[in-house]
C-alpha cells in the first residue's frame, strides 16, 4: 500500500533531554498504526511534529513522495493532516458548528448552509448526537473530544493522528471510535493511534510500533500481527516498552508491575470487605438538583454507601456525573430529597459544613477548580482548611506549621516538587492529583467523591490514584468513583451504579456479567 | 545570569530615566539639570523632603485600598469618586464638629465618616460583582464620575460657605487639623498611611481572611470549590478597599487643605494604579515606589516653573519605568526558561 507520510530521521532536543533520537516511521494508507510507549517515551513530541507545532532538529518528514518541513499547524492541516490532542482545544464561548468553521479563509463568508452538511455528513460517520448550536462551555469533555475529532476529519484529512483518543470514551464510545477508525481506513486514510492499552491496539491496530525513550525500539508489521497469537504479542511488546530480556518480560516485568497491570487491564485489588448489616454511612434520598444551561441537573437520584465500599459511577459523560459530585460535596444546593450521613440530615450546608463531617470530593478539573495555581503547594494542601486550627489560631496564619504539615504531605505521597513552596501550577498533572488526593483523603474522611480520578494521568499515576482509593477503601473510607473508564471501575468498584440523564439508571454488582449490565444502562434501556 | 531583588527594580529605574532624558534632550532641555533639580528640591531639601512625605499619605492609603482589591481580582477603579465623596464629607463633618466635641473625637469620627462614604459609595458595584457577576472595571468607573460630580453638587449647592467668594465647604482651623509629626511640616496621616499599608500586607500574607481573598483573587472557581463564601468574600475585598480609599480622601482634607474647594479633585486615585502594579501588589515594595513618585510630583512642579519640562512629564517617568519593569521581567523569564531552570 502507499506511503501517506513517513518520518526520516527526526530528531528534537529539549533542553536536557533527547525527546525524538532519529526515528525513522512510514504510515500507509488504510492502516492504523498504533504507537505504544511509556510517558516520555516521545510520542507526544511526534504528534507535535507531524501536527506542525514543534519542527525538529533534524530529519524531515516525508509527505506524497516530498521532504518538508511542517512550519506550522496551518500548513500540516494544509497537507491533509488531522490532529486529535489529548486535551481539547476548543472555544469555549462558541457553539459546536462556529468551533468548526473556525479554520476557514479570513476574507470568504461563513457558510453556515455548508458547513451544516458537513456536520451532518460527519456526525454520521461518527454516530455522534451533537446539537451543533449547543455552546461548548455547556459539553463534557467527552462531547468536546467529539467535536474535536470532527474538526480534525473537516477537511478530508489523509493522515488523522490520534493522541489517546479513548481516554475519555465510555466502552460504547470506544467501540463507535473503532468503527469510525475502521471506516476511515477503508477510505484509504492512514491513521496513527496513540493509546496505553494493549487490548485497544490489538483491536484496532494494523501495525504497531514501540517507542522507547525517543527511539523506535520496535514493531509488529500487519503480517507478524495476524500471523501471531496474543500472548506472543504482548511479550513482544513488553520487552519493546521496557527494553526486557526475552525471558524476562513475562514474569516480571522488572519493576513495571503496575504500569503492565494496566497495560493488560489485569485486576490487582480485590474489593474490600463491606460489611452491610451495618447502617450506611451515606444516604441519599431521591435528591435533585436545578438544571442549568446546558447541564445535566439530578432528577431523584437515591442510593446508599457503606464503610469500605467503592460504588463506581458510570456514564457517558455529561449524564448527571458533575451535579451528583458537587452535590454530595456540598458545592451545589440540593432541591428537593435529602443526604444523610451517618443517621445525621445534612441536606443543608455548604462544603465547609460537609467537609466537617468528613465528606471529601476530588474533582476531576484539578486546575481549573481543585487547586490555585499562582499559590505554592503548601496553601493548596490547605486550601479547604482556611481559618482551621492548628494552621490557622484566631485567624492568624501558622505559615511553619504549614510547611512542616505540606513536607510531610509531599515525602509520605511521593509529590515530585522542588519546594513546598513551588506554585502548584508548575508541578505535572500526575503530582496535581497527588496534592489532591493528599488533601481528600486524609485521615478524618469518611465519605470521598473522586471524579475521574485517573483521567489525563500516565500509566504510573494512574495505578498510584486507583492504589490510593484501595487502601481509603480498606481503611473504612466509603468512596463514590466516578469515571468513563469502565475497565477502571470494573476492576475497583464493589458495585456500579451508571447515571443516564440526570438519573441514576440502575446499580449492579461487580461480578462476571457486569460489563453487560453496565453497557445495557449506560445506552439508557434498563432506564424508565 | 537573572536579575535578582534589588537590582530587578534599579535597572529599569536606570532605563527609565536614561530614556526620560534622551527625551529631554530631544525638547531642548538639559536632563543632568532637571533631574539634579528634581531630586534636590523634593528630597535633599529640608522643605521639600517634608513636602514629599506628606503627599505620599494619600498616596499610601490609596495603594493600601487597591492592594486590597487587586489582590482579590477586584478591579476597584472608583477610587477618585471614593476619595472625593470622602474628602467632601468630612470637610463639611468637621467644622461642624470642632466646637462641640474635642479635637481627638472630631478628627477620628471625620476619618470614620470618610471611611464609611468611600465604602457606602463602593457597595453597589460590590453587590453587582457578587451577586450578578457584572465587571466591577464598568461599574466602579461609572460610579467614580457620579461621585466626583455628586461632591461638586454638594460643595455648590449644599454645604458652600456663604463667607466666601470661590464655592467651597467651611474651612477647618489650621491649629484644629491632623497633629503634625515632631514639629515638621508633616501631619500624623503619614504614620496611619504607613500603618494601613503595612498591616494590609500582614493581613494578606499572614492571616485566614487575607488567603481567602487571594484564593478568591487567583482562582475564583477554587475559592467556589474549597467552600468558601465568595459573595461575602467579595463585598468585604470592595468594603475594605473602598474604606481606605475613603480614608486617604479624609486625611489629605484633615492633614492639608482643611476645606474643599469646589472642582478640585486630584485624581489620585487612577495615578495609584501603576505603583501598585509596580510593586506587584506587595505592601512593602508600594511605599519604596511611592516615595519615588511622590518625590517626582513634588519636584516636578517646581521644575515645571524654574526649569520649564512641564509637570506632565514625571507621568512620562513613570510609564517609561513601567515599560521597562515589564521588559526586564519579559527578557528575565525567557531567560530562565532557555537555560531550562
Not at chain 1, 329 to 353: C, K, M, W
Request: with cysteine; hydrophobic share 50%.
Amino acid at each position: 500500500m502507499s506511503i501517506v507520510a513517513a518520518l526520516s530521521g527526526i530528531t528534537k532536543r529539549y533542553p536536557g533531554v533527547v525527546a525524538l533520537d532519529a526515528v525513522s516511521l512510514e504510515f500507509h494508507a488504510g492502516e492504523v498504526h498504533v504507537l505504544l510507549g511509556e510517558n516520555g517515551a516521545g510520542k507526544s513530541t511526534l504528534v507535535s511534529v507531524l501536527a506542525g507545532m514543534q519542527q525538529p532538529d533534524e530529519g524531515t518528514v516525508i509527505i506524497g513522495g516530498n521532504p518538508l518541513r511542517i512550519a506550522s499547524p496551518r500548513h500540516s492541516i494544509q497537507l491533509g493532516i488531522g490532529t486529535v490532542f489529548q486535551r481539547p482545544s476548543l472555544v469555549l464561548s462558541l457553539t459546536v458548528i462556529e468551533n468548526l468553521m473556525l479554520g476557514g479563509s479570513w476574507l470568504r463568508r461563513l457558510a453556515r448552509a455548508a458547513a451544516l452538511r458537513r456536520f451532518r455528513e460527519l456526525a454520521t460517520l461518527l454516530g455522534t448526537h451533537l446539537d451543533p448550536d449547543a455552546p461548548l462551555a455547556g459539553l463534557s469533555l467527552g462531547e468536546q473530544q467529539q467535536v474535536e475529532i470532527m474538526r480534525a476529519l473537516w477537511r478530508d484529512a489523509k493522515l488523522l493522528l490520534l493522541d489517546e483518543p479513548t481516554s475519555m470514551l465510555t466502552p460504547q464510545g470506544v467501540a463507535d471510535l473503532g468503527r469510525m477508525m475502521r471506516n476511515l481506513r477503508d477510505r484509504g486514510v492512514a491513521l496513527i493511534l496513540i493509546t496505553h492499552k494493549l487490548g485497544e491496539a490489538y483491536e484496532f491496530g494494523d501495525r504497531i510500533s514501540v517507542l522507547r525513550l525517543g527511539k523506535v525500539a520496535g514493531g509488529i508489521d500487519p503480517e507478524a500481527l495476524v500471523a501471531m497469537e496474543e500472548s506472543g504479542r504482548t511479550a513482544t511488546i513488553i520487552r519493546l516498552m521496557f527494553g526486557l530480556e526475552a525471558g524476562e518480560a513475562a514474569t516480571t516485568a522488572g519493576g513495571h508491575a503496575a504500569e503492565l497491570a494496566i497495560l493488560l487491564g489485569r485486576k490487582i485489588h480485590g474489593p474490600a470487605v463491606v460489611d452491610r448489616s451495618q447502617p450506611p454511612v451515606l444516604r441519599v434520598r431521591e435528591a435533585s438538583t436545578r438544571a442549568e444551561f446546558a447541564e445535566t441537573p439530578l432528577r431523584k437520584v437515591s442510593f446508599e454507601l457503606w464503610s469500605s465500599e467503592v460504588l463506581g459511577i458510570a456514564g457517558v459523560d455529561g449524564n448527571g456525573q458533575k451535579h451528583l459530585a458537587e452535590m454530595i460535596a456540598g458545592q451545589r444546593a440540593v432541591h428537593g430529597g435529602a443526604l444523610e450521613l451517618g443517621g445525621i440530615d445534612i441536606t443543608q450546608g455548604g462544603v465547609p459544613e460537609r467537609r466537617g463531617r468528613g465528606v471529601r470530593y476530588v474533582t476531576d478539573d484539578r486546575l481549573g477548580e481543585g487547586t490555585v495555581g499562582a499559590l505554592p503547594v503548601a496553601t493548596n494542601l490547605v486550601l479547604k482548611e482556611v481559618g482551621a486550627p492548628p494552621w490557622w489560631h484566631h485567624g492568624i496564619t501558622d505559615w511553619a506549621a504549614i510547611h512542616a504539615h505540606a513536607r510531610v504531605l509531599i515525602e509520605r505521597n511521593d509529590i515530585r516538587t522542588p519546594s513546598a513552596l513551588t506554585p502548584a501550577g508548575k508541578l505535572s498533572g500526575g503530582n496535581v492529583q497527588k496534592v489532591l488526593l493528599a488533601r481528600e483523603l486524609d485521615a478524618e474522611a469518611r465519605v470521598a467523591i473522586l471524579n475521574k480520578p485517573t483521567h489525563g494521568l500516565d500509566l504510573h499515576n494512574q495505578r498510584l490514584a486507583l492504589d490510593r482509593i484501595g487502601t481509603a477503601a480498606a481503611r473504612g473510607v466509603a468512596l463514590l468513583v466516578i469515571s468513563t473508564d469502565l475497565d477502571e471501575l470494573i476492576e475497583i468498584s464493589d458495585r456500579i451504579g451508571v447515571m443516564f440523564g440526570g438519573r441514576l439508571a440502575g446499580i449492579v454488582d461487580n461480578d462476571a456479567g457486569a460489563i453487560d449490565r453496565v453497557r445495557r444502562l449506560m445506552t439508557g434501556a434498563g432506564a424508565t | 545570569m537573572s536579575l535578582r531583588g534589588p537590582l530587578r527594580v534599579f535597572v529599569p529605574v536606570v532605563l527609565a530615566l536614561t530614556v526620560g532624558g534622551l527625551i529631554l534632550l530631544v525638547l531642548g532641555k538639559d536632563p543632568i539639570g532637571y533631574y539634579s533639580y528634581v531630586m534636590e528640591r523634593s528630597l535633599l531639601r529640608w522643605g521639600g523632603a517634608q513636602e514629599t512625605l506628606t503627599r505620599m499619605a494619600p498616596l499610601l492609603l490609596i495603594a493600601a485600598g487597591l492592594i486590597v482589591a487587586f489582590r482579590s481580582g477586584i478591579w476597584n477603579l472608583g477610587g477618585d469618586g471614593q476619595f472625593l465623596l470622602a474628602a467632601v464629607a468630612s470637610a463639611a463633618l468637621a467644622p461642624a464638629l470642632i466646637g462641640g466635641v474635642p479635637r481627638g473625637v472630631t478628627l477620628v469620627l471625620c476619618m470614620l465618616a470618610g471611611s464609611l462614604v468611600g465604602l457606602v459609595w463602593s457597595l453597589l458595584p460590590a453587590v453587582l460583582k457578587s451577586r450578578y457577576g457584572i465587571n466591577e472595571i464598568i461599574t466602579t468607573l461609572m460610579m467614580s464620575f457620579l461621585g466626583t460630580s455628586f461632591a461638586n453638587v454638594l460643595i455648590k449647592l449644599v454645604l458652600r460657605d456663604p463667607g466666601t467668594t470661590v464655592p467651597q465647604t467651611r474651612s477647618l482651623a489650621v491649629d484644629d487639623r491632623l497633629p503634625r509629626l515632631f514639629g515638621t511640616t508633616i501631619h500624623s496621616g503619614l504614620l496611619l498611611a504607613m500603618l494601613a499599608v503595612v498591616g494590609v500586607h500582614l493581613m494578606m500574607t499572614r492571616t485566614a481572611f487575607g488567603l481567602r481573598l487571594q484564593v478568591l483573587g487567583a482562582n475564583r472557581a477554587a475559592a467556589v470549590h474549597a467552600g468558601y463564601r465568595v459573595e461575602r468574600l467579595t463585598i468585604a475585598a470592595f468594603a475594605l478597599s473602598a474604606a481606605l480609599i475613603g480614608l486617604a480622601g479624609a486625611v489629605e482634607v484633615l492633614g492639608v487643605w482643611g476645606s474643599v474647594r469646589a472642582d478640585w479633585n486630584p485624581a489620585l486615585g487612577l495615578l495609584v494604579v501603576p505603583l501598585v502594579f509596580l510593586a506587584r501588589f506587595n505592601g512593602y515594595a508600594v511605599i519604596g515606589f511611592t516615595l519615588f513618585f511622590s518625590a517626582l510630583m513634588v519636584g516636578g512642579e517646581s521644575a515645571a516653573r524654574r526649569v520649564g519640562v512641564p509637570q506632565h512629564f514625571v507621568l512620562v517617568l513613570v510609564a517609561l519605568l513601567l515599560l521597562f519593569l515589564g521588559l526586564v521581567e519579559y527578557l528575565d523569564q525567557g531567560r530562565r526558561k532557555a537555560a531550562g531552570t
